[in-house]
């Protein structure tokens, strides 16, 4: 619950998070300009802000309570995600491409480092937790190595998201599992209770299913219906907090409810705006959270352990890319697959942090550990970009850049999305009503990929049908764009005449891609020129054309006496 302890504390928290996000915001466009990912600058930023004696953020502190309760948010955000990504297309895609590396990199990898933590007298709990904790990678960061270096669709990237998305399911098993595993007594009571914890999960998971078919659906058309974007976005966050909040109540964890409330949207038609609405508010609260990970790690502690915190980074580091090659070996991979996909992957994932606090809260791991696996983590996920860029041959680079032909059946088999992400020089066009269908047939019939964004639920539903790539989602966000391959695109179309939302879509479509072409309707003179102004590609104003077209037949009339 959030909550200020004292009016002292309200006043100065707000400050202290305006200043916060201004140095996070600071630090990394510095750290953009060298092309290294933003969170060493936003762990930095907590740390110093933390330090600097304007807010009580020592441990247990109202301050602190409120800072972890709202990254929490963003960690909750982050599992509803991951939730709407496991459509059932997905987990198929996965058996395929990442399930057999994913355990095999888990499973070598736990028993690499717990034995290891074992070896140094960790109890036998512990040290499996511990070797878990090194072995989970953040898929945020794995992602977006390869889009710096220009090779989103490089095998190795796809390797990469299907060994997260091993390493998340894993860590939602655990925390299932983690209450009964540290309850104590004997196995028969140890074992008892977790199969409690887990029978309750999958109930739990089993009924957002029946959700996602039943009740969810109806309620999001309902509410789509009416084309309010505020009331759509909130209607989303309130079925992910609902059924979050129901996780907590029957003891499976609201990380558990969030990934549910995930999995009930996930596959329907509504998924794509879900996850462009949600964008926004969990790339906040995810920046909040890796600032209250600077913030909590104390000075104390890296005085005395900074040479263990130090040779344990480099240790994972090293041993990470190496089983994590090895692991996509083991799996059928290519060596250079591995290669990228170990480097991807060398740094500890967010999600360590949230084991390593459960641990400390089921009394697996004591608060000194916790203190290191914080340090630890946000040193490794600062310090793994340059894994990526050092390590790596320039030729793997090369190599990693280069495009990558689809095989046979590859875009009848993919999902939608994968189909979206695979797309190169395609046309988007936003709107499907008659000037959209016309167009969108006619650039069909020359063979020109159209991904096609709309706004009425039943209109995508019919398209989907048909197996045309439609997104339900909101033009006027980047989001949007961004799953629509703006960047990757050679022209965006507007098909119906909103002066509004066509210089909002522009803006944004020329920061992403300065040189596509824009082709959009306007219904005054005054916004012809406004658009013109904005985009002078091409804008086609209604009145005028109409007008062209009229005085044509007119004309056509007094053809025969002027011959």
Known sequence: ML??????THERFLPLLGLTLLLTVGAALVLRRV????????????????????????????????????????????????GADCSLHELKQLRKRGLRAGLWQVGISVAVFGMAAWGFGQ????????????????????????????????????????????????????????????????????????????????????????????GIPQLLRTVSRTRARDL??????????????MGQWLGVGVSIGAFAAGVAVSGSVYSHRIQADVAPFKDFFLTIFF???????????????????????????????????????????????????????????????????????????TAEVLQ???????????????????????????EAAAPVAAFPGQKKAASFSQRVKEMEDHAILCGYGTVGEIIHKGLTRLGIPVVIIE????????????????????????????????????????SFPSAEVARATITIAKERNPDILTICRARWPHEAATLRELAPDTVVHDEMESGLKMLRLCARVYEPENV
């Open 3 to 8: 909550y200020f302890a004292a009016s002292n």
């Open 35 to 82: 092309q290294l990912p933003a969170l060493a600058g936003f762990f930095l930023s907590g740390f110093v802000l933390a330090r600097t004696g304007f807010i009580d953020l020592s441990e247990g502190s109202a301050s602190a309570n409120l800072l972890v309760a709202m990254g929490d948010v963003g960690v909750v955000l982050l599992m509803f995600s991951i």
């Open 123 to 214: 109890p036998a709990g512990s040290a499996l937790l511990l070797g878990l904790i090194a072995a989970i990678s953040s898929t945020a960061v794995g992602v977006r190595l390869f889009e710096d270096c220009g090779a989103p669709g490089h095998p190795a990237a796809r390797t990469v998201l299907g060994i997260a998305l091993v390493q998340d399911l894993i860590v939602i098993l655990t925390l299932l599992m983690l209450p009964g595993l540290a309850g104590g007594g004997d196995a028969a009571g140890v074992a008892g209770a977790a199969g409690l914890i887990s029978l309750k999960g999958m109930i739990f998971l089993a009924a957002a299913a029946v959700l996602s078919r039943w």
């Open 232 to 245: 759509f976005t909130l209607t989303v966050l309130a079925v992910c907090a609902v059924i979050a909040a």
């Open 291 to 365: 600032l209250s990970v600077g913030a909590l790690v104390s000075p104390a502690a890296l005085a005395e352990h900074w040479l263990l915190i130090l040779s344990l980074t480099l240790v994972i580091l090293a041993l990470k890319t190496a089983l994590t090659t090895a692991a996509v070996r083991f799996g059928k991979g290519a060596l250079t697959t591995g290669l990228l996909a170990g480097a991807a992957l060398s740094g500890v994932g967010e999600f360590a942090i949230v084991l390593a606090r459960e641990g400390v809260s089921t009394g697996l791991l």
């Open 372 to 398: 290191i696996t914080l340090a630890v983590t946000a040193l490794s996920l600062s310090l793994s970009p340059l894994v990526m860029k050092l390590i790596v041959p320039p030729a793997l680079r090369r």
């Open 455 to 494: 706004l009425n639920a039943e209109t995508v539903a019919a398209l989907l049908k048909k197996g045309h790539p439609v997104l339900f989602a909101d033009i006027a966000q980047a989001d949007t764009l961004e799953l629509a391959g703006i960047s990757r695109a050679r022209m965006i179309i507007l």
